[in-house]
């Protein structure tokens, strides 16, 4: 048998969700104008000592317990040397011989049911470099260099070489993605650089056990990219295989335009890096107290609050998916459904209108001021027929902005629906005087036409009036039974 099985293993850069950096103050966010998230630690400046991020390290370990991975209790940082731009020391930190945490696995799931278990090797705390920023070929302005996201903090995930298929790739780094989100390790924010891969990958003999060298491919900051940059790595492996080529240890990049892989230069071996124990940091102790902390707050894994959520709730997949996409998300839907006892309009409404208030706030939870009791509550008014979808809607948008309970926030908008009586009577009537040719066409036979006129019950009534109160007394008014 030839050298033909794809060996693939990934090596997962995750932004941990802190505020700052992992040995300075500076702010770790994105978006900032270049070069305004710096101070003399991050830009590597004589006589700046490093000072560790404790939350970072508490994110790292949540991480690892995730992941079923065993906490190192004592593991230690280490220079990784090399010499590029966006790297101001000339090292970076990290950790090697004594990572973090080692072992573990991740469930990933099988197109056709079940899952398949993905072996890790390692997690590691490191820094991040900077970004080097090149004007178009041709174009003027040459090349920049951004140190904001030099020492952002970084969980890198190393996987065993288990892998054998671009596919199995991707969607492992979507299993992992979903988890660490859900777990609150990172924003998860690929688009952000809040978690990229660098993918290894050679070919093997089953047969023999031989293979070709391993081949490295960089950056590779979404899933589709993943996928589609190790298909043609294979597929370029394959042919030189075939030709009777050599594969080489190299390290490429992949171009998303052309879907092929291009070299960036020959692949690094640990001896290049010439690693040494960081003199300026002590060990990193890792104690009891912690673990025992995140082993308490552990949640439970998003598949299988996935499953819960159709098995129990009778949630579509769909719903299932988006709200297990982060841990707020899940709580949140949760607390609504307890309290109007109606799991799929709780859905709806997390996945619309709460999803969309939490976005205009940049995905902080913690400026959305409706509490879920409070939705819940208003949902239970609206499945009693006490309040209309649209007024309901107008309502949250209400509270979500005022922070008013839902009580006082009906009452400024008007009051409760309105379902009998005088002032329904006199909104039909107006509707009847204002849609004179939707009248005519009900009465004609043309049953669809009824939705026009309580269309415009709801809008003079500004979404208080009940719509099957409305529907039946236009009925009644155009002559036709009260019930269809």
Not at 92 to 104: E, F, M, S, V, W
Not at 168 to 177: I, P, Q
Not at 246 to 275: C, H, I, M, N, Q
Not at 338 to 353: F, G, H, I, L, Y
Request: contains cysteine; proline residues 6%; glycine residues 10%.
């Amino acid at each position: 048998m030839a050298l033909d099985v794809p060996v693939i293993g990934l090596e997962v850069h995750v932004q941990l969700r802190t505020r700052t950096k992992l040995f300075c103050g500076c702010g770790a966010g994105f978006g900032a104008p270049p070069n305004h998230l710096t101070c003399p630690v991050c830009l590597g400046l004589p006589g700046a000592l490093p000072v560790l991020n404790a939350e970072a390290v508490r994110l790292a370990v949540r991480a690892a317990l995730a992941l079923h991975m065993a906490v190192t209790p004592h593991s230690r940082f280490a220079r990784k040397n090399y010499f590029y731009p966006d790297l101001p020391k000339g090292y970076q930190i990290t950790q090697h011989d004594r990572p973090l945490a080692t072992g573990g696995w991740l469930e990933v799931p099988l197109p056709g049911g079940g899952a398949a278990r993905v072996a890790l090797a390692q997690l590691h705390l490191e820094e991040d470099s900077g970004k080097s920023l090149h004007a178009a070929a041709g174009g003027a302005g040459g090349s920049r260099l951004d140190f904001n996201r030099a020492g952002a903090p970084l969980a890198e995930i190393v996987t065993e070489p288990c892998l054998g298929s671009p596919e199995e790739a991707a969607d492992f780094l979507r299993a992992l993605h979903a988890r660490l989100t859900f777990a609150g390790v990172t924003t998860g924010r690929m688009e952000e650089g809040a978690l990229r891969c660098d993918a290894n990958v050679s070919l093997r003999d089953p047969a023999t056990g031989d293979g070709t060298e391993r081949v490295e491919v960089k950056n590779l900051n979404s899933f589709r990219f993943v996928e589609r940059a190790l298909a043609h790595e294979v597929s370029r492996q394959r042919e030189a295989v075939a030709s009777g080529a050599v594969v080489a240890r190299e390290t490429r990049l992949f171009d998303p335009g052309s879907g092929a892989t291009a070299v960036l230069r020959e692949k690094e071996t640990f001896e290049d890096y010439r690693y040494f124990p960081d003199p300026d940091l002590p060990p990193l102790v890792v104690g009891e107290a912690l673990l025992a902390q995140e082993r308490h707050r552990r949640d439970e894994a998003p598949e299988a609050l996935r499953t819960r959520f159709r098995t129990e709730m009778g949630l579509p997949d769909y719903d299932a998916g988006v709200l297990t996409q982060d841990r707020e998300t899940a709580a949140y839907f949760e607390a609504v459904a307890r309290r109007c006892a109606d799991p799929k309009a709780a859905s709806n409404w997390v996945m619309t209108e709460v999803l969309r208030q939490v976005k205009a706030h940049g995905g902080d939870w913690t400026r959305l001021r409706v509490h879920p009791e409070e939705l819940g509550a208003l949902l239970a008014q609206v499945a009693e027929g006490r309040l209309s979808t649209a007024l309901a809607k107008a309502v949250f948008a209400r509270m979500a902005e005022s922070g008013e309970e839902a009580g006082t926030a009906v009452r400024a908008l008007g009051g409760p629906v309105v379902r009998d009586g005088e002032t329904l009577s006199a909104l039909v009537d107006e509707a009847l005087r204002a849609q004179p040719r939707a009248a005519e066409d009900v009465r004609a036979g043309h049953g669809r036409a009824l939705g026009v006129l309580v269309g415009e019950v709801l809008r003079r009534s500004g979404g208080r009036a009940e719509p099957r109160a409305a529907r039946r007394l236009l009925r009644v008014r155009l002559g036709l039974d009260a019930e269809e």
